[in-house]
């Protein structure tokens, strides 16, 4: 098949996925198209099998904002004129799904058939997509998707409920890929303290304020944290580590030695406010880390309470802190939680779980 994958190109979830999703495909021996404003982050060329289009945007005074759709959906007119492209796939609905409807109206005047699948990842629609603002095009663009797919039952229900959406909506939760995480356990540098590792992109729904409260309660314990990504709230983490003293933490941005640090973490530290699934978690349960995380959204589908590690209320502080002193207090018991994530892990295999996709695309073609 030949297949238009448009994502983020930036460290999100969404656009990790899609890139990884494309990856596979290419690997199955589909040819596919990424079309993105950038290139994304993780995304590796082969010639003839995975391809990058770039979307200009020129900068018109006229403007307060630039058209962005516009450039996408042409784009993706332009890509289909001169392949024979089978169906696109939208990763996060704002505004891509809006801008392949778009795509899909003009080339239906050139007699092209266009099939949208829209895979649904989290705050396109817990935050953006129900701001009264967009909420009219977010639901029309999930209506006149051909298929459409959400990272977790929790999602589904909330774009069901919100949207009053009549179509069904297929879960297909997030996956990672077993092997290259296996790989780096093994040779995996463990230390004697216990380690304890959030991996986010420092947005307020990530709850930072929260993640640096609890830190600075721990900082006195034998421990040390790692705390990865970028974003808007880093620098309100930083100064207060500062402001507080703290010692043993490190910051590393945004780094390509996840895999690394994860190995040697105990610990996966995620208190988010909101949560569709939890890529990141996921990741740490593969490098064999127990989870504490909060219990909102898709998490409580991913961390199984008392088994993978332990779902706390979001903003309970004091749960938090008396959670990962039980874990730092019974070692066994952080060993069983580390051994049962892994586990878990592996049921969310990225070759379990890309043929979804691909059954998903083969009932499109006609
Ligand atoms: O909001 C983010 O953390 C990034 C965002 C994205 O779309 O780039 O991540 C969302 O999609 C991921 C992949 O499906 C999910 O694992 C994350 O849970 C989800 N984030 C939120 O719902 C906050």
Redesign the pocket.
Same mark, same amino acid.
């Given at each position: 098949m030949n297949i238009i994958i448009v994502c %983020?190109p930036t460290y @999100? $979830? &969404?656009?990790v996925?899609a890139t990884e999703l494309g990856h596979k495909l290419a690997e199955f021996g589909h040819k596919i198209h990424f079309v993105a404003y950038k290139k994304p982050v993780r995304l590796k060329l082969i010639d003839n099998k995975v391809l990058f289009h770039k979307v200009n945007v020129p900068f018109y005074p006229l403007f307060n904002f630039q058209p962005y759709e516009l450039a996408l959906s042409s784009k993706i007119v332009e890509i289909s004129e001169n392949n024979k492209i089978d169906l696109i796939h939208v990763h %996060?609905a704002i505004p891509h799904a809006y801008a392949a409807y778009m795509a899909k109206e003009m080339l239906k005047t050139k007699n092209i058939d266009l099939p949208i699948v829209t895979t649904l990842? $989290? !705050?396109d629609i !817990?935050l953006v997509g129900k701001h009264p603002f967009y909420r009219r095009a977010v639901k029309f663009s999930i209506q006149n998707s051909d298929v459409v797919t959400s /990272?977790s039952e929790n999602l589904k229900k909330d774009t069901m409920d919100f949207f009053n959406i009549d179509k069904e909506i297929k879960v297909i939760p997030?996956f990672i890929d077993i092997d290259r995480f296996k790989q780096k356990n093994e040779n995996c540098n463990q230390d004697d303290k216990i380690i304890i590792s959030h991996v &986010?992109?420092f947005?307020p /729904?990530k709850n930072i304020r929260i993640l640096m409260s609890i830190i600075a309660k721990l900082k006195r314990k034998n421990l040390f944290f790692n705390l990865i990504g970028e974003g808007p709230e880093l620098d309100l983490a930083k100064s207060f580590v500062e402001k507080n003293k703290i010692n043993n933490i490190k910051f590393h941005g945004n780094t390509d030695k996840i895999e690394e640090i994860l190995c040697s973490t105990d610990i996966f530290l995620l208190p &988010?406010k909101?949560? &569709?699934? @939890?890529?990141a978690a996921l990741e740490a349960m593969a490098s064999k880390c127990a989870l504490v995380t909060s219990n909102c959204?898709g998490l409580p589908e991913l961390n199984i309470d008392n088994q993978t590690g332990y779902l706390v209320g979001v903003n309970n502080e004091n749960k938090y802190i008396e959670k990962i002193t039980d874990l730092i207090s019974d070692k066994s018991k952080l060993e069983k939680f580390k051994i049962s994530s892994f586990k878990r892990a592996k049921l969310f295999d990225i070759d379990t779980v890309v043929p979804i996709y691909e059954n998903i695309y083969r009932g499109l073609l006609k």
């Open positions: %983020y @999100g $979830g &969404s656009g996925l %996060y990842h $989290g !705050t !817990t /990272v997030n &986010s992109n947005r /729904v &988010s909101k949560e &569709s699934f @939890g890529l959204g």
